[in-house]
């Protein structure tokens, strides 16, 4: 999984380290699952199965800023 906060950054784990819940329980914070600053916010999350060559994650800001990765 890839989280990106508020403050521009991104946080990937794997989506087998993340705790396993029963169907009547409450959950996990995204939170406490990635260490993410005390004054960010999550704003996406995005799973991806593998990382391939020809295949990018592009951005966009408010103000036109865009970026691809």
């Given at each position: 999984l890839l989280v990106f906060?508020?403050?521009g950054k991104v946080y990937w784990t794997k989506v087998y380290k993340l705790p396993l819940g029963t169907r009547t329980s409450k959950g996990?914070?995204?939170n406490n699952v990635v260490e993410i600053g005390a004054n960010?916010?999550?704003?996406?999350?995005?799973p991806v199965e593998?990382?391939?060559e020809n295949r990018y994650v592009?951005?966009?800001t408010k103000r036109?800023?865009?970026?691809?990765?």
């Amino acid at each position: 999984l890839l989280v990106f906060t508020s403050n521009g950054k991104v946080y990937w784990t794997k989506v087998y380290k993340l705790p396993l819940g029963t169907r009547t329980s409450k959950g996990k914070s995204i939170n406490n699952v990635v260490e993410i600053g005390a004054n960010e916010t999550v704003r996406a999350v995005l799973p991806v199965e593998e990382f391939k060559e020809n295949r990018y994650v592009v951005m966009l800001t408010k103000r036109g800023t865009i970026k691809k990765t």
